[in-house]
Nanobody, 132 residues
Framework: QVQLVESGGGLVQAGGSLRLSCVVS????????????MGWFRQAPGKEREFVAA????????RYADSVKGRFTISKDYAKNTVYLQMNSLKPEDTAVYYC?????????????????????WGQGTQVTVSS
């Protein structure tokens, strides 16, 4: 069973930055893994889990939610099975538990959110709190 572990969350003031990491371990099939997609989602108290960003292991195509475009950057290190989420210009409304996920969602076009139900492996989440 593949395992995803996030780290890097914390408390930061508005306007500050954080970098989240997600390490994937126990990969059974390298060929299958290499054609999959990594996503970051977040869930604030009382709200649905929402898409933040995603990147394809193969080729490195990315996509972002409109709310984070221009502020967040997703990147990958395939050799380390690690995906990063660099978050700049943080706002109080970015406060949430951030989850990384692995899946094989349809990748149609270059914009638009991905659906959480298309991801079948999830990390435990890391808390990000942005104070005003």
């Amino acid at each position: 069973q593949v395992q995803l572990v996030e780290s890097g969350g914390g408390l930061v003031q508005a306007g500050g930055s954080l970098r989240l990491s997600c390490v994937v371990s126990r990969v059974v099939s390298r060929p299958t893994f290499s054609t999959s997609t990594m996503g970051w989602f977040r869930q604030a108290p009382g709200k649905e889990r929402e898409f933040v960003a995603a990147i394809r292991w193969s080729g490195g195509s990315t996509r972002y939610a409109d709310s984070v475009k221009g502020r967040f950057t997703i990147s990958k290190d395939y050799a380390k099975n690690t995906v990063y989420l660099q978050m700049n210009s943080l706002k109080p409304e970015d406060t949430a538990v951030y989850y990384c996920a692995l899946g094989r969602p349809p990748w149609i076009g270059a914009v638009g959110p991905l659906t959480k139900t298309d991801f079948d492996s999830w990390g435990q989440g890391t808390q990000v709190t942005v104070s005003s």
